[in-house]
């Protein structure tokens, strides 16, 4: 039987990668129906996807979605929102997919989790690079001792100037603005490979425009065993998408993953490994049959088939680093200051 969901919300830009996944294997999945209270999104949203799921059935509201026969509920609306949704979500009983990063309240997050592990249901994070082969394989060597001890990662998430209209629109709300919205990425992965760091210290700009929002930032994370981590991003690149990376840097190797999202691999290695050798190589990562994505690890959670990939505690501490990159110590990532009429 195919695993059934729905929608809350269609405001995030990752919504369309679901559908893509469901419309080519229904056979394991099956979209329900989706709720959006902005008409103008809904329409939008919906009209994108016609050639690969049409007539998808539309919720007038949150408990006519959840009174549905999806089992999980796929939470697509604006950071602000997604953790609401989710909670009502886990209320009734079902199963979440919550986009990143992982709400606005850390006390609600916590608050979730804590809903989540006494009704015995499955809360996982939309980071959905945790399934790129490149970054897997990343992850597979750091485990297997291949790069030694890793002492040193940068991560680097820029968008191309023309962001920087929807940075203004859309992200003054949150504090830490386009690197509260984006970094999660990159701490997500950072906290697999090195755990949680001890200090976090940040160095924002406002460097564009009106200069009111953060658009250009630099995070240094401390590690207990002596290591490093920085992650920045900004949104004046000329075009964005091909300089972003993810590097490692350890004791017997390094590996370098450029552009993020691609299967390109760079490695240099002290010793052979398996089926690499010595010295530097570049690798293209193949895809696995499947391939494996986070509607695959949503389904096979919830059956019971495997453990989560990530712990809630892995996603509680990718949180926590988030607000400290942020400088956020009051546990909301809201800003005081009234967001732009157009996001409104």
């Known amino acids: 039987m195919p695993l059934k969901f729905a929608y809350l919300g269609l405001w995030h830009s990752h919504t369309v990668m679901h559908i893509r996944d469901a419309a080519s294997r229904p056979d394991e999945f099956q979209l329900v129906g989706a709720y959006e209270p902005d008409p103008a999104i809904r329409n939008a949203k919906l009209g994108d996807w016609s050639a690969d799921l049409p007539d998808i059935p539309v919720f007038e509201s949150i408990e ?21 949704y989710a909670e009502h979500a886990l209320a009734a009983d079902k199963h979440v997919l919550l986009e990143k990063p992982a709400g606005v309240d850390m006390a609600q997050l916590e608050r979730l989790h804590d809903m989540a592990r006494r009704k015995g249901l499955h809360l996982q994070m ?51 603005s386009l690197y509260f919205e984006m970094a999660g990425h990159l701490v997500d992965i950072m906290v697999t490979f090195m755990g949680e760091p001890r200090q976090v210290d940040n160095t924002f700009g406002q460097f564009h425009g009106e200069r009111k929002h953060v658009d250009n930032a630099v995070v240094v994370h401390h590690f207990d065993s002596g290591g490093l981590g920085t992650i920045d991003t900004a949104s004046m690149h000329v075009e964005s998408g091909l300089t972003r990376r993810i590097e490692l840097y350890g004791t017997r190797g390094t590996a370098i993953h450029t552009p993020i999202g691609s299967n390109n691999l760079t490695l240099s290695l002290a010793d052979a490994f398996e089926g690499y050798s010595a010295g530097w190589q570049e690798v293209t990562v193949p895809t696995p049959p499947g391939p494996p994505s986070l509607l695959t690890e949503l389904a096979a959670c919830i059956s019971g088939a495997k453990d989560p990939d990530y712990t809630l505690d892995h996603d509680m501490a990718v949180h ?25």
């Open 320 to 344: 926590r680093t988030l607000f400290a990159g942020c400088g956020i110590t009051d546990g909301s990532a809201m800003t005081d200051v009234p967001h732009s009429a157009k996001s409104s």
């Open 64 to 84: 006519q979605a959840l009174d549905s026969d999806a089992e999980a509920i796929v939470c697509e609306g604006r950071v602000s929102e997604n953790l609401d």
């Open 126 to 176: 939309a980071y959905m690079w945790r399934y790129n082969p490149a970054i897997a394989e990343m992850i597979r060597l750091c485990r297997a001792g291949a790069l030694g001890d890793p002492f040193y990662y940068r991560g680097h998430i820029p968008k191309p100037m023309a962001y920087h209209a929807r940075l203004v629109e859309e992200l003054d709300r949150y504090k830490g």
